[in-house]
């Protein structure tokens, strides 16, 4: 009877030891800090006052937004180019402790102005800044678009997060920069308004909103545009590789005012291994189109070394992989000028926040919005244990 026992109980210890070692071997041959998000549910809206002044300086054109986990503040930067004051950001607490944001759960803390290389603010119209993305130094980097039709530079740079003062700048690759031509580089107003920093905190992205001027078309109603995502090593402080981004193509909705923009304003790195979330912010004469895409970097082609995009047959170039994530107008919200986005503390039941933060562009008829979400977020281990045991959420 005990070998008839031992017959029916090794097999068992047999199944179970190759079950082990088949997930181990999966597991050490994915990238296990490459991530998903499964799920993605709204959590709640709030709106900064019209107008609002706060220490001497009116609150407004908040353009990117990143989070500090170790104070839990937020640093929001404003794109004013020094028309209503100084280059600056924000500093910015947002209540998320009961899982959801309330109608007045943001508020400034501190408002830090910017200085360059001399010590001194930049002057008005030098500087359109949009990113911002926080380092383990305990400085932010910040891009600004800067003004094509003046020949301004679009510039990347390092500063002090408590005193705001400058201490590097990137370099930027010449195919970025205008020139007298007006046949090359960024376009104005669509340049530089994205900024992320990996986990690891080794490389950062940012993004073209639209084209460069050699690389195609700026977006038109029903017709996307070859953006650029530029990377960067923090190690060593150069740009190395440069991805296709195409933006979709939206169409109007009843454009009575004959405006329409359409582009890439944030990015935001999810893992180590090339995973995003990605923003696209439209505005179709009537209101705004945003939406969110996870992206992909895995299976794109490097194009750094490609000048012109319209001087090579670029069909054959492998874009950067995208999957819709959400619409935002399926959410009951009246969407204003979304560019930035963040990932913020975990919610009480474990899940990751995700706050995302409008540029009123200091205009009365708009709003200074922020948006709450919590997401799912799943590595490949647990993709792969969902696979093998279908009840294990159940």
Do not use: W
Not at 8 to 27: G, K, T
Not at 183 to 193: M, T, V, W, Y
Not at 219 to 235: D, F
Request: charged fraction near 20%.
């Amino acid at each position: 009877m005990q070998l008839i026992k031992k017959t029916f109980v090794m097999p068992r210890i047999i199944y179970l030891f190759i079950s082990i070692i088949i997930i181990s071997f999966l597991f050490t041959n994915l990238p296990s800090s490459a991530v998903e998000v499964s799920n993605i549910e709204f959590i709640g809206e709030a709106t900064l006052p019209k107008g609002l002044i706060f220490k001497k300086t009116e609150v407004g054109g908040l353009s990117g937004i990143t989070y500090n986990a170790k104070n839990n503040l937020y640093y929001a930067i404003s794109d004013d180019r020094g028309q209503k004051a100084a280059a600056r950001f924000y500093t910015l607490k947002i209540d998320l402790s009961k899982g959801s944001l309330k109608k007045s759960g943001v508020i400034p803390v501190d408002v830090t102005t910017l200085l360059n290389e001399n010590d001194q603010t930049f002057r008005p119209s030098e500087t359109d800044t949009e990113g911002i993305a926080l380092t383990n130094k305990s400085t932010v980097f910040i891009s600004s678009e800067g003004d094509s039709t003046k020949l301004i530079n679009p510039f990347i740079k390092e500063f002090s997060l408590s005193f705001g003062k400058e201490i590097t700048t990137l370099s930027i690759p010449n195919k970025f920069l205008p020139d007298k031509t007006g046949k090359q580089g960024i376009r104005n107003n669509l340049a530089f308004e994205s900024l992320t920093i990996t986990p690891d905190k080794k490389n950062l992205f940012t993004a073209t909103e639209n084209a460069l001027i050699q690389d195609g078309v700026a977006a038109k109603p029903n017709i996307g545009s070859p953006c650029r995502i530029l990377q960067y090593n923090l190690l060593n402080g150069q740009p190395e590789k440069e991805f296709l981004y195409q933006t979709e193509p939206v169409s109007p909705f009843l454009n009575l005012t004959g405006k329409f923009a359409s582009g890439l304003p944030d990015l935001l790195a999810l893992d180590n291994q090339g995973h995003f979330l990605s923003l696209e912010r439209s505005f179709t004469g009537l209101g705004f189109a945003i939406s969110l895409f996870q992206v992909s970097l895995e299976q794109a082609d490097d194009i750094h070394h490609i000048d012109s995009l319209l001087a090579i047959d670029f069909k054959n170039i492998k874009p950067i992989q995208k999957k819709l994530l959400l619409d935002l107008k399926t959410l009951d919200v009246l969407l204003d000028n979304i560019e930035g986005l963040t990932l913020g503390p975990k919610l009480p039941d474990g899940q990751q926040s995700l706050i995302l933060v409008s540029d009123n562009n200091f205009n009365s008829l708009q709003r200074t919005q922020i948006l709450a979400f919590k997401m799912k977020i799943e590595t490949p281990l647990i993709r792969l244990l969902r696979r093998l045991l279908p009840n294990l959420n159940r």
